[in-house]
């Protein structure tokens, strides 16, 4: 049902399905384009899909859709409730050693081991929302350091190193012949876009409910949230829950492309890189630290590849001139600029009135 001239018309599924369609018109043909991707790499290097250069470059395209679920998920807390964490990679590497240790040493199944991933990181996520959120600022992002980093001394400590493999990580984590990226890499690379596009549009109807909606007054103003009776830690937890369970299950997928989860996952480093992806997007976008992962991943190989032990140095100079070029990011920049150039072109080509006006 459409309200057309005053009236309630009832529309046919092709008309609806129309209707869906023009509005989302851009996201469709690049989903359309990314589906059909492996082929046309293996079309530029004359190879099979599953060989050679089309194989090498799925998986680097796997790496940027999990790491774009990642930075979204940080977008959730810092974007839309205003919350600046520096515990974040204790999701992403909890995901990834919860669902390690499920298939290794407890040898569950993997739709059980993602299932209890979930949970766990729903729990998790939680107890790090209760404790932190009872303070402000600074001194929350303290907390969840301070939280991650016991994570991280956790996972190195020798005492555990019959589940965790200490320093050296959990190696060989067993993956259904299915779903192996080793076999089956073209396979892995549509589930890893697959979980990206459905992570996006759960996180886009999460944004665009009323909970969305509460966490973004609470970000504007607190103060005037709170008079109309939302209370700022149940809706600022609801964010951590939901951020902190996305970044899991990027977690368990990356354990399940590389075989292994290592202390790395749960470093400061792996938190930062959520903050750098999420700040060159674009904070408060949903896409933009999508589009921010998938930049600063691919940046990175290639500036790996081409200038060897000096990469690290010229791609700081890199991140620099982003920031400074798209000061909103990426995706807020062209929305700003794009919301400023809008008005004046539709006054300029609106017709004249009658009266010469």
Known sequence: MERIGGRWMSLSPL????????????????LGILV??????SGVFREPVESGWPRFLQGLLIRVYLMAVYALSYDLLIGYTGVLSFGHALFFGGGAYATGILLKHLHASLPIALLSTVLLAVVLSGIVGVLSLRVRGVYLAMVTLALAQAAFILSEAPDFRQYTGAEDGLQGIPVPAWLDPAVHRLRFYYVALFFMVGAYFLARRLVDSPTGRVWVALRENEERAVAL?????????????????????????????????????LSVNTTIQALLMTLVGGVGTLSGP??????????????NRMFGPIW?????????????????????????????????????????SPRGG
């Open 15 to 30: 008309q609806a399905l129309r209707r869906w369609i023009q509005p989302h018109i851009g996201w469709l043909i690049g």
């Open 36 to 41: 059909g991707l492996p082929f046309m790499l």
């Open 229 to 265: 009776g939302y209370s700022p830690f149940v809706f600022r937890l609801l964010a951590f829950v939901f951020s902190g369970t996305l970044a899991a299950l990027a977690g368990s997928l990356n354990a399940l492309l590389n075989k292994n989860a290592t202390p790395s996952l």
């Open 290 to 303: 999508m589009f921010g992962a998938a930049l600063l991943e691919l940046v990175g190989y290639l500036f």
């Open 312 to 352: 690290f140095l010229l791609f700081g100079l890199f991140y620099v001139i982003i920031v400074l070029s798209f000061p909103q990011g990426l995706v807020g920049t062209w929305r700003q600029r794009w919301s400023l150039h809008r008005p004046f072109t539709h006054r300029n080509l609106r017709a004249p």
